[in-house]
């Protein structure tokens, strides 16, 4: 489904580091299990307090293997300052980029350094800055303003690639804009005026992109989608195969086969299981 750099599927297949430190200095965890994603990072200092060694434990998919191993290898040696400054294009950088809908892979392993490197100088029970916007994901507008500014995110799709905020329920996606615009300085931005798709041409064109696009994607991990009905803007389906059964089919829907969607046939269309 994804396009992987020989680098991150060296670190996928190879992880370094992978493991827990007992008697460890510094400890974070970032994620949960319920969200699909959960990661844990130890490491230990040397007398020079130089980090001599760190370790990662993770749930999660080949991108979050990836980019924990490579930030465990990035870090070693580095005095706690330096660590600290490692941001999450950094981490894609080093694995020689990731794929835009994985970014928050990268992102998860520089939010697990620093709350490790927290732990250490006695931080860990700062509390959680901000407010949360996002509910199904626990995102604040905090993370979502810090992603926006450094990243140079521009749409909410981008919001969800790289923080997970929007990606569930759908119901924060104003409040997300509302940051983005506020970020950027309430720019304008480009208004899309296509001419307005009749009921038959938008149902042709949802076939056709899942068609073409989105089922041979999940073909390859032996998953599939069948279209059952077109009710305005939702679009209903049933998920097949693998994917009827996987925990993350709703991420899958929502992160990867409605964004196809948006972005090639209406970007008011909302993918529904039924």
């Known amino acids: 489904m994804w ?20 008697d460890f200095d510094g400890i974070g965890e970032v994620g949960s299990l319920a969200c699909g994603d959960a990661l844990k990072l130890t490491f230990k200092l040397d007398e020079n307090k130089r980090i001599a060694d760190a370790k990662f434990q993770t749930f999660g998919c080949a991108s979050a293997i990836a980019s924990s191993s490579a930030l465990t290898e990035m870090v070693k040696g580095m005095p706690l300052d330096e660590a600290a400054k490692v941001t999450n294009e950094d981490i894609a ?13 990268s992102v998860m392993g520089r939010d697990a350094m620093e709350k490790a490197i927290a732990y250490y100088r006695g931080d860990a029970e700062k509390k959680i800055e901000g407010d949360i916007v996002c509910e199904c994901f626990g995102v604040t507008d905090v993370q979502i303003e810090r992603a926006v500014k450094e990243n140079g995110l521009t749409t909410i799709e981008d919001v969800t690639d790289y923080v997970k905020a929007g990606g569930g329920c759908g119901n924060c996606h104003d409040k ?99």
């Open 93 to 105: 950088d080093y694995l020689g980029g990731l794929p835009k809908e994985k970014m928050h892979c």
């Open 176 to 274: 997300i804009q509302f940051i983005i615009d506020t970020v950027l300085g309430n720019a304008p931005r480009a208004a899309k005026k296509p001419e307005a798709l009749t009921n038959i041409q938008k149902i042709k064109m949802i076939d056709a992109t899942l068609e073409r696009e989105i089922k041979p994607a999940l073909n390859q991990d032996g998953g599939d989608i069948e279209l059952v009905d077109v009710d305005g803007n939702r679009v209903l389906v049933k998920l097949r195969g693998t994917c009827a059964s996987c925990a993350k089919s709703q991420i899958t829907l929502k992160h990867y086969v409605e964004t196809k969607l948006k972005d090639l046939v209406s970007h008011d269309l909302v993918v529904e299981e039924v």
């Open 3 to 22: 396009d992987y750099t020989e680098k991150v599927k060296d670190h996928f297949l190879n992880p370094r580091n992978v493991g827990f430190i007992d």
